[in-house]
């Protein structure tokens, strides 16, 4: 974004999800001398940088019918496993339809639900790599501490803590 313009959609199922995105993402280039100096405006949901560039935060709603005409670079679905399939090919795929091979899709969720689009995106499309994260690497980088994950072990269910914190689809 700050060596070609570019824009940038977070979307997320909720209007509090894809603040919270935007939010840490606001927080990170406003602490960053070089990326401060080319902000020209940020509110609580757009950045816009002298260049040109956008990043804006959209909640999805209830069928995507509020993020219609947008068009973008790159999107980014936060809580991707809550957001309909029919809702990603009819109304966020074709935001960057014109983008030809240069659109990217980033898929940020968790995997306790199996919707088509998210399972697909992360075993099954080439076109797709998966980063998966997990409790290890949670506890490295200090996000959680090793109690609290011998915490969630004892009170929730294999199957929850499985998807929650190991980033496994359970059948």
Sequence with gaps: MLFEPSTVMII?????????????????????????????????????LKNGSRTKSLPLGTDGKTIRGYSADDIILEEAQNI???????????????????????KIGTPYKRNSHFYRSAFVDPNYNLTKVTWEDGVKEGQYTLGFIEEQRKNITDIEFRSEYCGDFID
Excluded at 15 to 31: D, V
Excluded at 86 to 105: H, L, T
């Design 84 to 106: 309909p399939d029919g809702v990603v090919n009819a109304v966020i795929i074709p935001m960057i339809a014109s983008k030809g091979d240069k659109g990217k899709v980033i």
């Design 12 to 48: 997320a199922p909720t209007l509090n999800q894809s603040s919270e995105l935007f939010l840490k993402i606001r927080n990170m280039a406003e602490g960053n001398v070089t990326i401060a100096s080319q902000i020209q405006k940020a509110t609580q949901t757009e950045l816009i």
